[in-house]
Nanobody
Framework: QVQLVESGGGLVQAGGSLRLSCAASGSIFRINAMGWYRQAPGNQRELVAL???????NYTDSVKNRFTISRDNAKNTVYLEMNSLKPEDTATYYC??????????????WGQGTLVNISS
């Protein structure tokens, strides 16, 4: 079993910053890609940012130059630094990790979600 615990969401004014964290624990042999998704009410879940094990990153266009994804492999943790936040960034943010377990199963694991609310 692999669990993810997210933290860092909240309510901030437009132009502000937040930092999300997501820590993985459990029967982990190796964490492969780690990413952040978001889902606003009435919308589909969308990829926000992704980081591979070797540090390559990918961002959706709307967050480029504002958000930064990073990971600490020693802590099995992924971060999302969000700056210059806009009301349209309001959503529930979900962490996702692709894990190889200690029994060599390949799993896609999701966090419980953390709410980010940006006021105008």
């Amino acid at each position: 079993q692999v669990q993810l615990v997210e933290s860092g969401g909240g309510l901030v004014q437009a132009g502000g910053s937040l930092r999300l964290s997501c820590a993985a624990s459990g029967s982990i042999f190796r964490i492969n890609a780690m990413g952040w998704y978001r889902q606003a009410p009435g919308n589909q879940r969308e990829l926000v940012a992704l980081v591979t094990r070797d540090g390559r990153t990918n961002y959706t266009d709307s967050v480029k130059n504002r958000f930064t994804i990073s990971r600490d492999n020693a802590k099995n943790t992924v971060y999302l630094e969000m700056n210059s936040l806009k009301p349209e960034d309001t959503a529930t943010y979900y962490c996702q990790v692709i894990v190889t377990t200690t029994t060599f199963r390949y799993l896609e694991v999701w966090g419980q979600g953390t709410l980010v609310n940006i006021s105008s």
